[in-house]
């Protein structure tokens, strides 16, 4: 291996150049060829069987995530400005070719049922705007004394009306969700304000506002680490040649995912992230050992250098790359199709750069000069620094030992406070625009956010039995009853009440399902005959053995959503006596699943790369001990890590889960390069200048890397998007233990094991 | 002389353009108004079958029993529903007029409630008992609401077809237009292609049977599916009898409530 490298030394341009033109070909490739996958049912597996059944319900009840558009007017809705604008938005958005004529819903498309002295009629509440006071109120009084309406389309307090409108699958894009908003912007008057809220929106918003946000954040964060790795570095080729793995790193794996025709997805962004952090740590190292070199032999040539740096470090930089490129490959577990390609190209990613920091580093160095030697004083600074730090640390080793399992089992607890969350919403900011719009919405109406209950019988006409059906309407009263918020409720029951109401004189008394299974038969048949039956197949499917009850929800956040099925699931036992299964379908109960299986396969990957990594670092150093105590910062990083964050109360999410990654490449990075280090140094026989000498070359290369990584992701502290703040604290966060774990708890075990000084004591 | 026989010679032209024009124009509204005019007895008794299909292949069958009487400028129809068993004796009763812009009378029986209610419904753009055929498709449209034209003739299914397209005089109506084939000298609707308010095809109506029963033209096998829903009706009519002599007074509130 060792030849090889060397061998290479010898053609330095055409290393350089044969690396450019694949990098440029791959390059060319991810421009012409990428593509971002903005749908979030792609992520989903697709096999899934909740995924499989929530998909399969979708289907027959047509259900779709809906924009909602409410309509304000301060004084009251019921005058002719704001219900003709209620007119034009309606037939507006059924001109979309994104969204089906049927599915907008309105005080316009709405019927209404009602009761006539001599039978029924289903008649729409308006079809050309009332002029006459009369006749406004007349509106007014058919809306109010309507429950399938009054609180659903139109406030309580009568002044905002809301048009929901159901949007197809695949179809949301940056122009359609541009268009909406200019309709919505155009249709506003002085008197009329209208919000724009509703999941697709929200989503809409956070695909805009994530990768724009990182678009402006990265080249801060590039020049940042650039400016520090220079500083740490002190010279600008090095610079530049650790700088260039990084980035000829992720342009190569990216690249090959657009060979492959492999889209990005929005995990995908978090592989530059793994290579740049876990990418310089090479390139810092090789510099640390060359320039450590030069200080010692001021007077070596550039090959002498060279061959000694490739001679001490390859093994290291090796191991690191493959320990931590198998740690990703673990990620392949999980059910979820991007987080098996990220773990799968970070992987590749990784190797790569290994291959980099072995090539084209050397090549580098050959045809640009060497580092200066540094002064004296300055290394004597360094290594005194290195030398009485490592006295302190193991001197107060018991301290040491005994904050760190205090803080591991404060972080044990707060990992009992970690919750995950697979809501949109909670990304913004609480006062943007898009929280305080879906706010307002919730605090008018039932809801922004949708859970789909379906209840399943394999007996056809199940929800025509009366019994059922009373069960279906207590569950709903129940939940919205006990839970404030879950706004309300709507299904087939709502229907027959009304009917049943209608039917006997507007009675309030029959407001209620009959006893009768046939009479509940012939009101819905009588509703196909009068009505729009399109309707009712969006609550009951054709053979009425399916059932679709609908909940508002006022947040779409995790905990609420569990705690509404919490409720819901009381009734799974009623419910089981009648044959009838309790099913879940829409995007807000798919997500919450998709969210779980993510953070499942995440800890399952974690654990299982753990036992790779100590498996792997124990037949390298060939001691299974070593790989134990290896292992340790990686363990540390991690519980430390899910406990700031249950404490910190940030949610597990797709982005936050795969932090844990970061554990994994940087711990290993660092342990590996500080037992080799430890170990060549411990053929002193003296334990603790093998510690101090360590120290001063590992640990200083470590220290190197954790600041300028630090620096750099500290940068997203700035960001205007949450979820980029986070990921920046969360970064720095992990890359600051790996860096103290590594540096006291694992140099006292390695100290306290006496790995490497056994044989030689007894000898 | 040779003007003369010029002018002649573009008269004939000119009258036989005008002409040839003229006759399409009147022949297109002829076609329709030979279909709306086709004789279908003063009385029917038949058995209806309706089986409706969603787009997952699921099915629904009415069983319906039905009577139906021609008073001139008024069309009596009584229905009464076999099956399925939660809706037996279900009664539907529609007067129908001529008179345009009078709405049906309809009236509907829930023995279930032992009442009889009258319903009506916003427009005959409303569907016929959850089928894809609205009141309007069942009933007769008048032809004089329409400007019709002939395309076209050519064959369907074996048989010699007028093509003629129909644009409704009212722009706000639900179909933009509607093309319909029509065999010549029986003048039976065979197909019809119905375009929705954007110009989309929305609906195809098909007849698969119909029969001579006592020497008129009825039709008893048709389908309608919805091509934007991929939602079909099937109707079939059995024991077809006409003119039996329906008694007039078949067709009242009592008789709803009687069952069948």
């Known amino acids: ?763 | 002389m040779k003007t003369l026989k010029i002018s002649l010679i573009l008269l004939a032209f000119f009258s036989l353009l005008n002409n040839s024009v003229f006759s399409q124009q009147l022949t297109g509204l002829k076609i329709i108004e030979n279909v709306y005019n086709r004789a279908v007895g003063d009385d029917m008794t038949a058995d209806l079958t309706m089986t409706l299909t969603n787009s997952s292949n699921e099915n629904r069958v009415r069983e319906i029993k039905q009577f139906s009487k021609d008073f001139g400028d008024l069309e009596k129809k009584i229905m009464f529903f076999v099956s399925p068993a939660d809706v037996k004796n279900t009664s539907f009763m529609s007067w129908s007029y001529d008179e345009a812009g009078k709405d049906d009378d309809q009236w509907i029986y829930l023995p279930a409630l032992k009442k009889t209610k009258r319903i009506s419904s916003d427009s005959k753009s409303d569907y016929f008992m959850g089928s894809d055929f609205t009141y309007d498709d069942l009933g007769d449209r008048q032809p004089d609401q329409d400007v019709h034209k002939l395309l076209r003739e050519e064959k369907l299914n074996g048989e010699d077809c007028y093509v003629v397209e129909s644009i409704p005089k009212d722009k706000d109506y639900m179909y933009s237009k509607t093309i319909t084939w029509i065999i010549k000298d029986k003048w039976i609707g065979l197909k019809k292609e119905f375009y929705d308010e954007d110009e989309e095809l929305l609906k195809i109506l098909k007849v698969n049977k119909y029969e001579d029963i006592n020497g008129f033209w009825i039709i008893t096998n048709t389908e309608m599916k919805n091509e934007q829903k991929d939602h079909k009706t099937i109707m079939i009519l059995k024991n077809v009898k006409i003119n039996t002599g329906i008694n007039d007074d078949k067709f009242t509130e009592r008789i709803m409530t009687r069952g069948i």
């Open chain 1, 1 to 763: 291996m060792e030849k090889i490298l060397k061998q290479t030394l010898k053609y330095p341009y055409w290393i350089l150049l044969v690396i450019l033109i694949i990098s440029a070909v791959f390059f060319s490739k991810m421009i012409e060829n990428s593509r971002m996958e903005t749908d979030l049912d792609e992520y989903m597996p697709q096999d899934h069987p909740a995924f499989v059944y929530s998909d399969q319900a979708e289907e027959w009840f047509n259900i779709k995530d809906g924009i909602i558009v409410a309509v304000e007017n301060k004084n009251n809705i019921y005058n002719e400005e704001t219900l003709n604008i209620i007119i034009e938005l309606t037939k507006t958005f059924q001109k979309l070719p994104q969204i089906e004529k049927a599915d907008v819903t309105s005080l316009y498309t709405a019927d209404n049922i009602i009761g006539t002295e001599d039978g029924m009629d289903v008649k729409a509440f308006y079809k050309k705007t009332p002029t006459s006071a009369e006749d406004l109120n007349e509106l007014r009084e058919k809306v109010k004394t309507n429950e399938m309406v009054f609180g659903r389309l139109v406030s309580e307090d009568e002044t905002v009306s809301v048009i929901i409108a159901a949007i197809n699958d695949n179809v949301f894009s940056q122009e359609f969700y541009e268009e909406i908003l200019t309709i919505a912007k155009q249709a506003e008057t002085e008197n009329v304000k209208i919000y724009v809220a509703g999941r697709p929106i929200v989503e809409g918003t956070m695909a805009l506002l994530g990768p724009a946000d990182m678009k402006k954040m990265v080249p801060i964060v590039l020049l940042v680490i650039i400016a520090v790795l220079y500083l740490t570095l002190r010279n600008v080729q090095s610079t530049i040649l650790t700088l260039l793995v990084v980035l000829f790193s992720t342009v190569w794996a990216f690249g090959l995912m657009a060979l492959l025709n492999i889209p990005i997805y929005a995990v995908s962004t978090m592989i530059p992230v793994m290579l740049i952090a876990i990418g310089v740590a090479d390139g810092i190292h090789l510099f640390s050992h060359l320039q450590l070199y030069i200080n010692k032999n001021p007077e070596a040539t550039k090959k002498e250098a060279v061959s000694d740096m490739l001679a001490k470090m390859w093994k290291p930089v090796v191991m690191t790359s493959v320990t931590t490129a198998v740690g990703f490959i673990s990620l392949l577990t999980s059910q979820v199709y991007p987080i098996k390609y990220f773990g799968l190209f970070t992987a590749f990613g990784v190797m790569v750069a290994m291959v980099f920091s072995l090539i084209l580093i050397p090549a580098g160095v050959m045809i640009f000069k060497l580092p200066k030697p540094k002064v004296k004083e300055e290394k004597g600074n360094d290594h005194h620094f290195a030398f009485k730090s490592t006295i302190k640390i193991l001197k107060y080793k018991s301290v040491t030992i005994f904050a760190t399992i205090i803080i591991v089992v404060v972080s044990i607890v707060g990992i009992g406070k970690v919750w995950i969350n697979s809501s949109f919403l909670d990304k913004f900011e609480r006062d943007s625009e898009i929280v305080l719009t879906d706010a307002f919405i919730n605090e008018h109406f039932g809801g922004t956010s949708t859970v789909n209950l379906i209840l399943d019988s394999k007996e056809k006409d199940a929800f025509k039995n009366p019994a059922v059906l009373k069960l279906v309407n207590k569950m709903q009263n129940d939940v919205v009853d006990s839970l404030h918020l879950v706004g309300n409720s709507f299904s087939l029951t709502d229907y027959i009440n009304r009917m049943n109401k209608v039917m006997h004189a507007d009675n309030e008394k029959f407001n209620n399902i009959p006893n009768d299974q046939n009479l509940i038969a012939q009101y819905l048949l009588l509703y196909e005959m009068s009505g729009d039956p399109e309707n009712l197949w969006k609550v009951v499917d054709y053979n009425y053995n399916k059932l679709n009850v609908n909940f508002q929800l006022k947040s779409d956040n995790s905990k609420t959503i569990n705690a509404a099925i919490a409720e819901i699931e009381k009734f799974q036992d009623d419910f089981k006596k009648l044959g009838i299964e309790m099913k879940y379908a829409g995007s807000g109960y798919k997500g919450l699943v998709f969210t779980d299986l993510i953070l499942e396969g995440q800890i399952m990957s974690l654990v299982l790369s753990l036992i790779i990594v100590i498996l792997l670092l124990g037949m390298m150093f060939k001691n299974i001990w070593i790989g134990v105590i290896g292992s340790v910062p990686i363990i540390i990083t991690a519980i430390i890590g899910f406990g700031v964050m249950g404490w910190a109360d940030i949610a597990l999410n797709t982005t936050t889960a795969l932090l844990s990654s970061i554990a994994i490449g940087i711990g290993i990075d660092y342990a590996v390069h500080f037992i080799e280090q430890y170990k060549i140094n411990s053929q002193s026989g003296d334990k603790l200048l093998t510690a101090q000498k360590t120290m001063a070359h590992s640990g200083r290369a470590i220290l190197f890397n954790a600041v300028v990584v630090i620096a750099g992701f500290m940068v997203l502290l700035f960001s205007v998007f949450p979820p980029n703040r986070e990921l920046g604290a969360l970064v720095s966060l992990n890359m600051f233990i790996s860096f103290i774990g590594t540096i006291t708890i694992m140099l006292i075990l390695l100290n306290k094991t006496n790995i490497y000084f056994k044989n030689k004591k007894e000898k």
